[in-house]
């Protein structure tokens, strides 16, 4: 079960124009992420245009896309939890990718999806995730993303 605000929610509003999360991009995917536990969990059904080389199958650069902004709500919504167990540590700004590596592990069909996160390791401004993206009940791609947050 997901509870609270949408991670992306959280975003300040210069923040707030990113292509995939931004609530304030018109044009943009609007993705909302949320807790489940110890886990980060986004469901989105993106449009039949998003196709790859087959028409029912995504393109993977739309899924890479979807983990890489999931990722960074993830990062920093575990920010905004440390923050709340620990004062003073510094209010959470917005995370930015530094890495991100994708495994294509199955043809992701055009419907509904699942991505998850889970953080493996914070090291300062360092969060590291394991992302995983889930159609009909089984996982099509899994990866590993590394969010730096932007100094204060």
Avoid at 5 to 24: I, T, V
Avoid at 79 to 96: C, G, T, W
Avoid at 118 to 142: C, F, L, M, P, Y
Wanted: hydrophobic residues 35%; proline residues 6%; glycine residues 10%.
């Amino acid at each position: 079960m997901t509870t609270g605000r949408a991670f992306q929610d959280l975003y300040q509003e210069k923040y707030a124009h990113c292509f995939g999360c931004g609530r304030l991009n018109d044009h943009g995917l609007h993705i909302q992420s949320f807790w489940d536990g110890d886990e980060s969990v986004c469901t989105y059904e993106p449009e039949a245009f998003y196709t790859g080389g087959y028409p029912e199958n995504l393109y993977g650069g739309l899924i890479a896309s979807l983990m890489d902004c999931h990722s960074a709500g993830t990062a920093m919504a575990a920010a905004v939890r440390a923050r709340e167990s620990d004062p003073s540590l510094p209010a959470p700004e917005r995370f930015v990718t530094a890495s991100l590596k994708v495994d294509y592990l199955a043809p992701t069909p055009v419907g509904p999806l699942e991505i998850r996160g889970k953080i493996r390791q914070v090291d300062g401004r360092k969060t590291w995730i394991d992302v995983s993206v889930h159609a009909n009940g089984k996982e099509t791609a899994r990866g590993e993303v590394l969010q730096v947050q932007i100094p204060v």
